[in-house]
């Protein structure tokens, strides 16, 4: 069981920047792939960046690439979402998720653990 906690979001400018992170709990979070998907209102799930177990792996949505960045840090069980240049299409609630998988994938489903969820609003 892992349980996964985001935090970090918030309001900002266009052109702007916010850092979310995702706390996971359970002593097998290395064991697990990690993503980032998001959620604008009468929108679908969308992935947008993902990592493996040892972070060496990193995949991204091409509206985000360039601009998002997805690190991991295993000793503390968190993973991270570094976005720069937000655009007001980046508006929406970010969600982080596991797999029980080295490589990850991009289908919401087939991530085994969700977090809440955390708001991101980037005014123009």
């Known amino acids: 069981q892992v349980q996964l906690v985001e935090s970090g979001g918030g309001s900002v400018q266009a052109g702007g920047s916010l850092r979310l992170s995702c706390a996971a709990s359970g002593r097998t979070f290395s064991r697990y792939a990690m993503g980032w998907f998001r959620q604008a209102p009468g929108k679908e799930r969308e992935s947008v960046a993902a990592?493996?177990?040892?972070?060496?792996?990193?995949y991204y949505a091409d509206s985000v690439k360039g601009r998002f960045t997805i690190s991991r840090d295993n000793p503390k069980n968190t993973v991270y979402l570094q976005m720069n240049s937000l655009k007001p299409e980046d508006t929406a609630v970010y969600y982080c998720?596991?797999?029980?998988?080295?490589?990850?994938?991009?289908?919401?489903?087939?991530?085994?653990?969700w977090g809440q969820g955390t708001q991101v609003t980037v005014a123009s």
């Open positions: 990592i493996s177990w040892s972070g060496d792996n990193t």
């Open positions: 998720a596991a797999q029980a998988r080295y490589y990850p994938t991009g289908a919401a489903g087939e991530y085994d653990y």
